[in-house]
């Protein structure tokens, strides 16, 4: 079914808008402001108590058009499996008001990873994948592209949770990376929704923020952008155009491998890194706008290479 790109938009910035507005209009959710300190990664997300509205309203948006555009397969079905993951965390730290994730460890990854098997398997039939690298194909058996994949989604849509720990910092960047697929490959209803969407959740976002995304908003469109880029075959530039997420996910490792070895002691004042940026006073929204910028270059940078410019 062919949907006017306008309306699609328009929808749906009008119904996030709606949406978030009732809800602090009503002030049918409370939030608790969290205290700012020196605390590590094993700490950073007690700092919030986010109410998952923006993932709720995301998910929501995208399996509308999903059911009405007739688009219901197994990449939605993969990106849902995320988005609940998120979603079950989220419904577990505020009805226990607890910051302990639910899904921990082994729980969380293998559900990730059958995810994940179940994305490849789908994608590739069982057959190897053929990767390309501008003109050069790459064939891939199917159990390597299988990790390759896993990789990228497991990846990406945790980096992106990561990500979320300032005000409009995983939506800003996540919008650059959506602007991008939009330039690349034209209107797109389900890029549309979420540009749009993402759009409106900035408004009530940004700081001070009054609506959260949660971890079932950060896990849902770091796994959209993930499953995109692979059945685009694009994926060798998501690490550029992702390259704050990058940034963020290898600052949590280096610094947790780093406090073991030498027994206490850091790599970063804090980690994610834009916690590091926050603490070194460079403050928090010139630490958005920074992660925003970076991310707007390597965008545009991976536009030249893709259309042959570079």
Do not use: W
């Not at 079950?88 to 729980?107: A, E, N, Q, V």
């Not at 880029?229 to 490792?253: M, Q």
């Not at 610094?255 to 850091?266: A, M, P």
């Amino acid at each position: 079914m062919f949907l006017n790109p306008l309306v699609v938009g328009s929808f749906a910035f009008i119904f996030s808008i709606t949406f978030y507005f009732i809800l602090r209009k009503f002030n049918l959710v409370k939030f608790v402001q969290p205290q700012r300190g020196f605390i590590d990664i094993a700490q950073e997300k007690a700092k919030y108590k986010p109410v998952p509205c923006g993932g709720i309203v995301f998910f929501f948006l995208f399996t509308l058009y999903s059911i009405v555009n007739n688009s219901i397969d197994y990449k939605f079905f993969t990106i849902a499996g995320f988005f609940l993951i998120g979603l079950l965390d989220d419904i577990i730290k505020i009805t226990k008001k607890s910051h302990i994730t639910f899904l921990t460890g082994r729980k969380r990854i293998l559900l990730e990873i059958a995810l994940c098997l179940f994305f490849t398997y789908n994608f590739l039939g069982g057959y190897s994948y053929l990767l390309m690298i501008k003109d050069f194909p790459i064939e891939i058996p199917f159990f390597a592209a299988f990790l390759i994949i896993a990789f990228i989604i497991i990846g990406t849509s945790n980096a992106v949770n990561l990500t979320d720990g300032q005000d409009a910092l995983a939506g800003k960047t996540v919008l650059v990376n959506l602007f991008f697929l939009l330039a690349v490959f034209g209107s797109n209803g389900s890029i549309l929704v979420l540009i749009f969407a993402i759009l409106a959740f900035l408004l009530f976002n940004s700081k001070p923020a009054t609506i959260y995304m949660g971890d079932s908003g950060s896990l849902f469109l770091g796994s959209f952008l993930a499953v995109f880029f692979i059945t685009h075959k694009i994926e060798f530039l998501l690490p550029l155009t992702g390259i704050v997420f990058v940034l963020e996910a290898c600052s949590v490792i280096l610094q947790v491998y780093y406090f073991k070895l030498t027994k206490g002691k850091r790599i970063f004042k804090m980690s994610p890194l834009h916690h590091h940026f926050e603490l070194s006073g460079f403050g928090e929204e010139k630490t958005v706008t920074l992660a925003f910028v970076v991310t707007a270059i390597a965008s545009l940078i991976a536009y030249y290479i893709i259309v042959g410019v570079v």
